[in-house]
């Protein structure tokens, strides 16, 4: 008797929309064998996989098991042709030289089968239209994609911290939505807020977040460290998708500030950030070398008599610039930032006195930010014209010469980050005169406690102090060069002024020209260990 396999296959897709199930392509290929007189030895079945490509499990062994000689196949019968392949390229490159080589007949349980030429090319045609058929799935399915998408609903499955919701109306219309995951999206926003602090890794935020309860809920495992690198470069978390290379704004509810966002984003631009690890050091991924621009790592090393352990820094040397490294005693730097506090810390009368001073900052720090609103919304209207020329230039089908629709929607994406970024900004400088006082008091009773604060705190306590009050710092082997932040900046200037009028013994309203104007840049550099003035540049 002629011996035969059965193979069979459904996608979830035919499965739900068309019926055809696995028992019912079976039971029809099974009658067909007894029918033409075929003795099946083996079965092979593949539920929820598409034709896509021979990449599938059972197909794999289909042909494994046809092309072994010792099995003597003379058939293969499958319900519809297109069960096997839909590409001309699998049914021509491997499956028909194999039923060749064993002379291996191809039979459908449904269609023609006829051991002709005729009959070959009616096989031939049969995948063809499948290909096609294949073909027009995908492209219906692309559009019906993009349709949700441009309706601010992403066609996927919602990222952790978000849940997908069907709503089923009058028991036939499902209405899909996306929704926030009220047990996991309170970890996402904690996973951003520690990130930009500067003081964890992906892996550390792991650790972390898995003590306070963020685990995977199959393996009761804390997530890896990519899991949280695609979590904190996701746009998903502040209203925006991208599909299919296009940015579209989401209904859904952000659940991070875009200011928090891009905050850390702009953290990964520093490519060469030093690897983070379990202990935590006061100056790493905050010292930069003055030659190569490489943070600054550190390590512990034994001292010189092999008693106790040492924490030195040097640079990571990311760049291999650098042929021989030098190492520095973290003492070194704890004297260099306590000079900096000297310069910033105010006794209680100082602070006392310092807030009627401060008045006349607060104005001209007022006037500044009240300049800076308006030089931002004017990039804010170049960038939205922008934005909508090219927007309605793309629609009319009139795209910029010698650019192409990827081109133009790569730069439409720049320009609406940068647009996103300038609102955060404008949103900040956006402060009454009286909030500017209250936060003016605020930072004048910290100054107060500062050394007090700086000497007891921990690593990462000095850590997070230091990123508060700097904008950078870099080390060329001698100086420290650091770059306060404009509050700051205008604490030490205050300071300045105040000791000052104390030396004239005068008391007087600061100038104009006691307090450098914004488009200053300072520098205080501070040489083995004490300060030695201020740099302006123009």
């Known amino acids: 008797m002629k011996r035969a396999v059965i193979y069979s296959r459904v996608s979830t897709e035919e499965q739900v929309k068309h019926g055809f199930s696995i028992e019912t392509q079976l039971n029809t290929c099974a009658e067909f064998a007894e029918r033409e007189g075929y003795c099946i030895v083996q079965t092979f079945i593949e539920e929820g996989k598409s034709a896509k490509d021979l990449n599938r499990e059972q197909v794999q062994k289909l042909i494994k098991f046809c092309d072994n000689p010792k099995n003597k196949i003379n058939a293969i019968i499958v319900w519809r042709i297109d069960r096997l392949s839909r590409f001309n390229v699998d049914y021509h490159g491997t499956i028909r030289p194999m039923l060749l080589r064993h002379g291996i007949t191809l039979l459908s349980a449904t269609e023609l089968n006829v051991n002709t030429i005729e009959g070959d090319y009616m096989r031939n045609m049969m995948m063809c239209n499948a290909e096609y058929e294949l073909s027009l799935i995908r492209f219906r399915t692309k559009e019906n994609m993009k349709t949700i998408a441009e309706k601010g609903l992403m066609p996927c499955k919602a990222p952790i911290g978000y849940k997908n919701f069907h709503e089923k109306i009058d028991d036939k219309v499902i209405k899909k939505s996306i ?42 495992k804390k997530y890896p460290a990519r899991k949280f690198e695609h979590i904190l470069k996701n746009k998903f978390y502040i209203g925006k998708f991208d599909w299919n290379g296009q940015e579209y704004e989401g209904n859904h509810q952000p659940i991070i500030s875009k200011e928090l966002f891009y905050k850390v984003q702009d953290m990964f631009k520093n490519i060469d950030r030093v690897k983070k690890h379990n202990v935590q050091f006061a100056y790493t991924g905050l010292i930069k070398c003055a030659e190569c621009d490489c943070y600054y790592t550190a390590e512990f090393k034994r001292g010189k008599s092999k008693k106790g352990h040492y924490i030195y820094y040097h640079c990571s040397n990311a760049k291999g610039i650098h042929t021989k490294l030098k190492n520095y005693r973290e003492e070194y730097f704890n004297n260099t930032f306590a000079n900096i506090l000297d310069t910033i810390c105010l006794g209680h009368k100082e602070v006392e006195r310092l807030k009627i001073l401060a008045k006349d900052y607060i104005k001209e720090f007022s006037e500044y930010e009240k300049n800076a609103r308006n030089e931002i919304t004017k990039q804010i209207e170049v960038l939205t ?154």
């Open 179 to 220: 929704i926030v995951d009220e047990t996991t999206a309170p970890y996402i926003k904690r996973a951003f807020k520690l990130y930009s602090t500067g003081m964890y890794s992906y892996k550390t935020l792991g650790t972390t977040l898995a003590q306070e309860g963020f685990i995977h809920p199959k393996t009761g």
């Open 385 to 538: 014209n922008r934005i909508k020329k090219s927007y309605i230039a793309k629609l009319e089908g009139n795209l910029p010469t010698g650019m192409s629709e990827e081109e133009v929607n790569a730069l439409h994406k720049e320009w609406q980050e940068e647009k996103d970024r300038l609102l955060v900004k404008l949103g900040n400088t956006n402060v009454s005169t009286k909030f500017i006082y209250e936060r003016m008091n605020l930072l004048l009773k910290f100054s107060e406690m500062l050394p007090e604060l700086f000497l007891k705190a921990t690593a990462e306590e000095k850590k997070l102090i230091i990123t508060t009050m700097v904008k950078s710092i870099k080390f060329d082997g001698n100086n420290l060069i650091v770059e306060l932040k404009d509050t700051f900046k205008a604490l030490q200037n205050i300071k300045r002024t105040y000791k000052n009028e104390l030396e004239n013994s005068q008391v007087r309203t600061p100038s104009s020209s006691s307090i450098s104007t914004k488009n200053d840049v300072l520098e205080t550099s501070f040489i083995n260990g004490a300060g030695c003035g201020i740099r302006t540049h123009a």
